[in-house]
Each structure stands twice: as C-alpha cells, then as structure tokens.
C-alpha cells in the first residue's frame, strides 16, 4: 500500500484538529470520521497503513492504535 503526500497531509490537518481532546474521544472521532470516508481514509486503508506503522511504534503508541483498530471494526 502506498501512501502519498497528501495523504499525510490530510492525517496532519486531522491530528491539529483533534488537539486539546481526551483520547477517547479522538479515537470514536476519527473511527467516525474513517467510516464516513473523511480525510481520504477508508477503514481497509486506515488499518492497512496502521499495521504498517505498528512496528515503529513505542508500547504506549501501540496500545492507542489498536484501540482506534478495534473501534474501527465495530
């Protein structure tokens, strides 16, 4: 799966507006938000490239990822 510049582009100007809120809520917003086709991810590409990036990861980011995979999937 490739990811391009504006792709990242797009993740960057979602994370500023999810700024100042508590992690649960960021995470029902952006699952709403993949779900819905916002941002230009779909829930297959969301997890796709999450998966890619798990590795790189620390445990504390790991865990906050996983979170929004298993929101996605319900």
Same mark, same amino acid.
Not at 33 to 44: F, H, K, S, V
């Given at each position: ?7 990242? &582009? @797009? *993740? !960057?100007? #979602? ?6 809120? !508590?992690?649960?809520? *960021? #995470?029902?917003?952006? !699952?709403?938000? #993949? @779900? ?6 779909? =829930?297959?590409?969301?997890? !796709?490239?999450?998966?890619? #990036?798990? =590795? ?7 865990? &906050? ?7 996605? @999937?319900?």
């Amino acid at each position: 799966m490739e990811f391009n510049t504006q792709d990242m &582009k @797009r *993740i !960057s100007e #979602i994370a500023r507006k999810m700024k100042g809120k !508590s992690e649960d809520q *960021i #995470i029902k917003e952006l !699952s709403h938000m #993949i @779900r819905a086709g916002e941002g230009g991810l779909t =829930p297959e590409k969301a997890e !796709s490239m999450f998966k890619m #990036i798990l =590795p790189l990861l620390t445990a504390e980011q790991k865990n &906050k990822v996983k979170k929004l995979m298993d929101e996605l @999937r319900y």
